[in-house]
């Protein structure tokens, strides 16, 4: 699935790296916890997450992920941004829950990780 | 043994925000040597944990990075509480963090394993009230 099928799915808001929309993700992992995250994902991975601090745009980095998405309306900080601007990682922001935005990207057929 | 090219970094113990810079930095040249995905991956990720360990247990500390065509070493020294029982530490789920780490992300007793899952050696040295080194190989295929 490409990261730009992901925005209307889980309506969400696009914090930037607009032009990297096309890159495809082929699973889905949710988790607050980043070391969960370092244990099991590979890269074309895309992180839901509630958690907002650099640390998860870093976990993104060490795996090579391309895509995270916020749930519960959070948004990241300006230094977030700027961090995952460098290193062209999609950031968007959804309203929905955890539970919703997982199993909205499960229906449609994006492969859960593992 | 081999020219090896050496990196140096010192960890911050007192900035979370910054932790993980260094294994950031070893990335990049990593990549600029022209090291496999893979290999680099699985070194990131093992230096990533071992940083953000030494700045939640143990106050910072200082990184070193040996770079052979083969192989590369990752050495990570603290002066920190050291680790009391390093079989129980190295269990997965198994943590002394507190709440307010976990509240960060961290804390969830998957580091040591990690660290443990990415690498072909580790070797964990640690005395009560002195401090921890670990040293971690990881092979070039
Ligand atoms: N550098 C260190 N200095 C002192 N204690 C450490 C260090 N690294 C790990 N530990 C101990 O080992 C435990 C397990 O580490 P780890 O598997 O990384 O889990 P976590 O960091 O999530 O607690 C830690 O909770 C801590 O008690
Ligand atoms: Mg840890």
Redesign the interface.
Known sequence: MKIREIVPLLEAEILCCEDELDVEVYNACGS?????V??FVK?QTALL?G?V????I??A????MRCIVFVRGKHPTP?MIALAEENRIVLLSTGLRMYEACGRLYVSHLAKEG | MDEALKFHFVIDGDN??S??EA??EV?KKLRQLGFP?DVI?RV??AM??GE?NMVIHARGGVADVLVYPDRIVIILEDHGPGIEDIDLAMQEGYSTAPDSV?A???G????L??MK?YTEEMHIESTLGVGTTITMVVNVQ
């Open positions: 607050d916890m980043m070391s969960d370092l244990a890269d997450t958690l601090n650099p640390q998860v870093r976990t980095m060490m795996v090579d230094e | 979370f925000t932790a993980g294994s950031v990335k995905p991956r990131s990720i990533y944990e953000i976990r960060l992300g961290f969830a007793g998957m580091g394993p990690n899952r």
